[in-house]
């Protein structure tokens, strides 16, 4: 046990990367690949189901931690390890990449295998940022993540594919560069040399990092505006809509599921984790970017006239939230952030899987092309009546938790932080419901709505495990919250500290 403890992190990472490497060796048989791929990812996610069996949730540091040399100069570590803020977005990762397979089984038609090859790559590269130790390390999985989701996007996404790849791989790596410039000099002014974020977490302590208190704020807005892009956090977004409508289903499942939730991590773990007195002191602006994300990214939303692109809007709104909890820096808040980055990542995921199915259908997004489709897809209307209320936050479904814990925690903060966010609750039944009234009730507007299949075996089969997921976290979110807690208390503990030196002064 002490043998797979050490390397569960590597088996859970690069299984997923293994399975890619076979495929690019298997015939051309489109069924099995699709098997194999599916078969891989229900490895990768039972393999992952180690970590909440034997984590210590009572545990504060990181855990399962594996440290050895990777280059001598510069000295980088191959250094991984997790605490309660990274283990559940590991398990949201490994839980949505089944379903994403089950879900591309047959709108993906060409280049099958470079299809699955892809959806691989990316999961390993997504698993890696949320367990990356060593700066390096860390960027390298963050930069890893472009080239498979770009590549999906540009081929096997619709109309403007290409403008919305590139546009996406140049919004976010140009702004990985500023990150990348900010890791850079914490290893020059580091004593001794390091990326490890432990070490380099201990030097600032210690004051071991030379220059810092000038160059503090530079290096805050570095990592900053790489996080903010990723989020995406207004005015960073324009990106995401046009990711989001022409990507593949599956593709817009992991964007919103995970991919945005890099963001979000990067902030909680580096911006508060190695400048607590710069996030402090930068909070306010940062509120008042995540409350406008809120109130426009909802507005905007509910004058959408296509479904997709009403859903994308719509995470820009939940990830304004999650900012919001970061920066209240208040125990309620940061774990209602992380309840909603997982909240979200089931529920928007779920919602871009019934946006797919239907497209199959219809191969449209239009909310005008539909209508009263409650009466030929009842299990289809269920379903995304389900998904819909707990993205809206109905109580004892998982949307619920999060939000109240991440206003609670604002109100804490700030009354006003709070008034302005609760709204942003309010807009997203507005529009979510006004959409399930357009597109489902009423008499079916369009003849060949009449006879639209409902659900099958294998879309009930992925949409199952997401519901059942999202009334799981509303009934019973001491079991995530559990691991969280102590993690969150941990982060906040240099935050803690620099207020008390403030009042002793």
Not at 73 to 93: A, C, E, F
Request: net charge neutral.
């Amino acid at each position: 046990m002490n043998w797979l403890d050490n390397n569960i992190l590597t088996l859970i990472t690069f299984a997923p990367a293994v399975g890619a490497a076979l495929l690019m060796v298997f015939p051309r048989r489109h069924r099995d690949i699709r098997v194999f791929a599916l078969v891989i990812s229900l490895l990768t996610f039972v393999l992952s189901l180690h970590l909440p069996a034997h984590f210590h949730r009572d545990q504060a540091g990181f855990q399962f931690d594996t440290k050895v040399q990777w280059i001598t100069t510069p000295n980088i570590h191959y250094h991984m390890g997790m605490d309660g803020i990274s283990l559940w977005l590991v398990i949201l990762t490994t839980f949505l990449t089944p379903l994403c397979v089950l879900i591309s089984w047959t709108s993906i038609h060409e280049r099958v295998k470079e299809f699955f090859i892809l959806l691989l790559i990316l999961e390993t590269a997504l698993i890696g940022v949320f367990v990356a130790l060593d700066l390096f390390l860390f960027y390298f999985f963050w930069e890893a993540t472009l080239i498979p989701m770009a590549l999906l996007i540009g081929i096997y996404g619709h109309g403007r594919r290409v403008y919305a790849a590139v546009k996406f791989f140049l919004y976010t790596m140009i702004a990985s560069v500023f990150m990348l410039a900010g890791i850079l000099w914490l290893y020059a002014n580091t004593t001794p040399h390091s990326f490890d974020f432990v070490d380099i977490q201990n030097a600032m302590r210690q004051g071991q990092v030379a220059n810092f208190a000038g160059a503090a704020q530079w290096l805050f807005l570095g990592f900053f505006i790489a996080f903010a892009v990723k989020v995406p956090l207004f005015p960073f977004h324009t990106w995401l809509p046009d990711a989001h409508v022409e990507a593949p289903t599956a593709g817009s499942v992991l964007l919103a599921g995970v991919l945005l939730k890099m963001g979000t991590y990067g902030m909680l773990r580096f911006n508060l984790g190695l400048f607590p007195e710069q996030a402090r002191a930068n909070a306010w602006w940062v509120a008042i970017l995540a409350l406008i994300g809120i109130v426009y990214g909802a507005l905007v939303a509910m004058v959408q006239p296509n479904m997709k692109k009403l859903i994308a809007y719509s995470s820009i709104s939940h990830l304004g939230f999650v900012v919001l909890g970061i920066f209240s820096f208040t125990q309620a808040g940061l774990n209602g952030a992380m309840f909603v980055m997982l909240a979200h990542g089931v529920s928007t995921g779920a919602l871009f899987m019934l946006a797919g199915i239907i497209y199959e259908r219809r191969h449209t997004y239009e909310i005008s092309e539909f209508g009263g489709l409650a009466t030929p897809m009842p299990k289809y209307s269920t379903f995304f009546l389900f998904i819909l209320l707990a993205s809206v936050g109905l109580p004892l479904l998982n949307g619920f938790i999060g939000e109240f814990l991440v206003l609670s925690g604002a109100f804490q903060a700030k009354i006003w932080w709070g008034v302005v966010g609760a709204t942003g609750v309010i807009w997203s039944a507005c529009y979510l419901l006004w959409m399930y009234q357009r597109v489902f009730f009423g008499v079916v507007k369009h003849e060949e709505n009449n006879s639209l299949p409902d659900l099958n075996l294998r879309e009930r089969v992925a949409l199952w495990p997401a519901a059942i997921m999202a009334l799981a976290m509303g009934l019973a979110p001491l079991l995530w919250l559990n691991a969280i807690d102590p993690a969150v208390h941990n982060a906040l503990v240099p935050f803690t500290q620099f207020m008390s030196k403030v009042v002793s002064q």
